[in-house]
């Protein structure tokens, strides 16, 4: 005679195997969108392509309206460093690099913006992000300031508009104002001279350089 009963009335036997746990399909979401991730990114490293020319929605579209007021007390040879708008992106052709003091990408990449603002290509804009006055202050009077302007986006609020994933970014503004090319990440001296230079070569030989 069972232990356990005759199994009447639907109660498990001895000899029934243990029902099976059904997982729920929401648990196994994240897995999917991991495993989705995870195959795209596999795809562009195999795909040779470099991770840092992430497609952009503002690539030839005109650059945001903004308005950023100079970073406080910043000078440059004496003179006080402005800030910049959009007006002031219009009639040269322009490199915007989006940095932060606390950025250590940004320190690693700012001696090849010291080298393109001495070549004098273009207009070299700053736009420092989230960062205190006096810590911006300290970075570019300790590296040097490449930029002839230099926004305070205190609130990260332009950042948004101009579509930056997280600094340091870089952006070539031809001179009429439309975006024509953005760099994600820190430049290193091998993506400044095989891929950023001949961007910035091309934008400057077209109508709108």
Known sequence: MSATGSGAGGERTEGDPAPRRRVPLLALLPLVVFGLLSALFLVQLLS???????????IDKPAPEFDLPPVPDLT?????????ARADLLGTVSVVNVFASWCVPCRQEHPLLEELARSGKAQMIGINYKDKPENARRFLGTLGNPYARVGADDNGRAAIDWGVYGVPETFIVDAAGTIRYKFIGPLSPQSY???????LEQVLASPGG
């Open 48 to 58: 040779g392509k470099d991770a840092s020319q992430v497609p952009s929605a503002l």
């Open 193 to 199: 001279r095989e891929v950023f230079l001949p961007q």
């Open 76 to 84: 440059d040879g004496g003179q006080p460093v402005p800030g910049v």
